[in-house]
Nanobody, 113 residues
């Protein structure tokens, strides 16, 4: 069993920054790719960023150049640094053990003035 716990969401003004964290239980974290998804009200969940177990990254076009995904295998944690936030980034953000059924509970990010 794997448990994923996100933190770091909140309310931020447009142009601001937030860093999300996702702490994973278990000893197999370093073997897996990790991903961040988001879901805005009335919209489908979408993939935001992925990081492989080797550290390669991939991003949705909408966040390229603004968001950075990283991981610390010693801490079993994956991060999402979000800069230059826009109102359209408002959503619940979820971390996922990529391509598995393991999800965190989600953390709300609201970008508003």
């Amino acid at each position: 069993q794997v448990q994923l716990v996100e933190s770091g969401g909140g309310l931020v003004q447009p142009g601001g920054s937030l860093r999300l964290s996702c702490a994973a239980s278990g000893s197999t974290f370093s073997r897996y790719a990790m991903a961040w998804y988001r879901q805005a009200p009335g919209k489908q969940r979408e993939l935001v960023a992925v990081i492989t177990n080797g550290g390669r990254t991939n991003y949705a076009d909408s966040v390229k150049g603004r968001f950075t995904i990283s991981r610390d295998n010693a801490k079993n944690t994956v991060y999402l640094q979000m800069n230059s936030l826009k109102p359209e980034d408002t959503a619940v953000y979820y971390c996922n053990l990529h391509r598995t059924s393991y999800w965190g509970q989600g953390t709300q990010v609201t970008v508003s003035s």
